[in-house]
C-alpha cells in the first residue's frame, strides 16, 4: 500500500492516487489536476492537517472512490474549506464508499474570491461535521454563478446551516439537487436552510437559484428557519429563486411543518 506524505505548501496532483494521503500543516491550495484517495471502508484514505486560521483551496478535482477523508486544524483558528476559489471547474466526488469528515470548517462551492461552475457530488457517500455550507455563497464583492451540489444514490450530507446563494455580493443560478430514495440533507442544530439570501447588505441581488428534492430524497430542517428569496436592505427583490419537491416520498421536514410529494 502506498502513501503520500506532503508538508508545508500549496501542492498540485496529475492523478496521485493512493490508499492513504497525509498532508500536515499546509497553507494550502490544490491547485489542480486531478487527485484520487481510496482506502477500504472505515479506513482513513486522507489525513489534512491545516495551519491555523488557513484555509484550504480545491482548486482541481477530487475524487474520494473510498474510505474515510478527514480534514482538521493543527490548533487555534479554523480557516475554510473551498472549492473553486476564484476558479471555474473545480469538483469535489463522492463515490458509495467514501466519507468527508469537514473538520468543523465552513464548506463553500465557488466562493470569497469568485468561481463560477464550481460543484459538490455525494453519490453515495457522506459529507459530515460542516458547520456553514455555501453553495455559491460570498463574503466577498464578486458575483458567483451556476454552483452545484447534488446528492444522490443514498448520499448524505449534515450541515448546521447551508445556504444556496448568498451573503453579501450578487450572483444566481446555484443549485442544490437532492434526489433518490435514502438521500439526506439534513441541517443540526436549529441552523438555516437559506435559498436566494441576499443578506449581507448593500446591494445584493441573489436570483434564479434553486433548491429540488425529488424521487423519494428528504430535506431535514427540525428547527431552523428555511428562507427562499430574501433581499438585502437596499436592493431589488430576488427573484426566480425556486424550492420544488417532486416524485413520491420526497420530503421536506420542519419540525411540525412538512411538504412532500405523493
Same mark, same amino acid.
Given at each position: 500500500?502506498?502513501?503520500?506524505?506532503?508538508?508545508?505548501?500549496?501542492?498540485?496532483?496529475?492523478?496521485?492516487?493512493?490508499?492513504?494521503?497525509?498532508?500536515?500543516?499546509?497553507?494550502?491550495?490544490?491547485?489542480?489536476?486531478?487527485?484520487?484517495?481510496?482506502?477500504?471502508?472505515?479506513?482513513?484514505?486522507?489525513?489534512?492537517?491545516?495551519?491555523?486560521?488557513?484555509?484550504?483551496?480545491?482548486?482541481?478535482?477530487?475524487?474520494?472512490?473510498?474510505g474515510t477523508n478527514l480534514i482538521a486544524t493543527a490548533g487555534g483558528v479554523l480557516g475554510n474549506v473551498?472549492?473553486?476559489?476564484?476558479?471555474?471547474?473545480?469538483?469535489?466526488?463522492?463515490?458509495?464508499?467514501?466519507?468527508?469528515?469537514?473538520?468543523?470548517?465552513?464548506?463553500?462551492?465557488?466562493?470569497?474570491?469568485?468561481?463560477? $461552475? @464550481?460543484?459538490?457530488? !455525494? +453519490?453515495?457517500? /457522506?459529507? #459530515?461535521?460542516? *458547520?456553514?455550507?455555501?453553495?455559491? %455563497?460570498?463574503?466577498?464583492?464578486?458575483?458567483?454563478?451556476?454552483?452545484?451540489?447534488?446528492?444522490?444514490?443514498?448520499?448524505?450530507?449534515?450541515?448546521?446551516?447551508?445556504?444556496?446563494?448568498?451573503?453579501?455580493?450578487?450572483?444566481?443560478?446555484?443549485?442544490?439537487?437532492?434526489?433518490?430514495?435514502?438521500?439526506?440533507?439534513?441541517?443540526?442544530?436549529?441552523?438555516?436552510?437559506?435559498?436566494?439570501?441576499?443578506?449581507?447588505?448593500?446591494?445584493?441581488?441573489?436570483?434564479?437559484?434553486?433548491?429540488?428534492? $425529488? @424521487?423519494?430524497?428528504? !430535506? +431535514?430542517?427540525? /428547527?431552523? #428557519?428555511?428562507? *427562499?428569496?430574501?433581499?438585502?436592505? %437596499?436592493?431589488?427583490?430576488?427573484?426566480?429563486?425556486?424550492?420544488?419537491?417532486?416524485?413520491?416520498?420526497?420530503?421536506?421536514?420542519?419540525?411540525?411543518?412538512?411538504?412532500?410529494?405523493?
Amino acid at each position: 500500500k502506498t502513501a503520500y506524505e506532503i508538508t508545508y505548501g500549496d501542492w498540485s496532483s496529475n492523478v496521485c492516487s493512493s490508499d492513504l494521503l497525509v498532508v500536515t500543516e499546509i497553507p494550502g491550495t490544490f491547485n489542480g489536476g486531478t487527485l484520487v484517495t481510496s482506502n477500504a471502508a472505515n479506513a482513513v484514505a486522507a489525513n489534512i492537517v491545516l495551519r491555523t486560521n488557513s484555509n484550504f483551496n480545491i482548486n482541481g478535482i477530487w475524487n474520494m472512490d473510498g474510505g474515510t477523508n478527514l480534514i482538521a486544524t493543527a490548533g487555534g483558528v479554523l480557516g475554510n474549506v473551498q472549492i473553486g476559489a476564484g476558479v471555474s471547474g473545480a469538483a469535489v466526488n463522492l463515490a458509495s464508499n467514501a466519507f468527508l469528515n469537514a473538520g468543523g470548517f465552513n464548506l463553500y462551492i465557488g466562493t470569497l474570491s469568485g468561481g463560477n $461552475s @464550481n460543484s459538490m457530488t !455525494v +453519490n453515495g457517500g /457522506t459529507v #459530515s461535521n460542516v *458547520v456553514t455550507f455555501f453553495v455559491g %455563497g460570498s463574503t466577498a464583492a464578486a458575483a458567483v454563478y451556476g454552483n452545484t451540489l447534488v446528492i444522490s444514490n443514498g448520499g448524505k450530507v449534515f450541515a448546521t446551516t447551508v445556504e444556496n446563494g448568498a451573503n453579501s455580493a450578487s450572483g444566481g443560478t446555484n443549485t442544490i439537487i437532492v434526489t433518490g430514495t435514502n438521500s439526506l440533507l439534513s441541517l443540526l442544530g436549529g441552523g438555516k436552510l437559506a435559498l436566494g439570501n441576499a443578506g449581507g447588505g448593500g446591494d445584493a441581488i441573489q436570483n434564479n437559484n434553486a433548491l429540488i428534492v $425529488s @424521487n423519494g430524497a428528504v !430535506v +431535514n430542517l427540525p /428547527t431552523g #428557519s428555511l428562507i *427562499v428569496g430574501s433581499g438585502a436592505a %437596499g436592493a431589488g427583490p430576488n427573484a426566480g429563486n425556486v424550492l420544488i419537491v417532486t416524485g413520491p416520498g420526497s420530503t421536506i421536514d420542519r419540525k411540525s411543518t412538512r411538504l412532500n410529494s405523493s
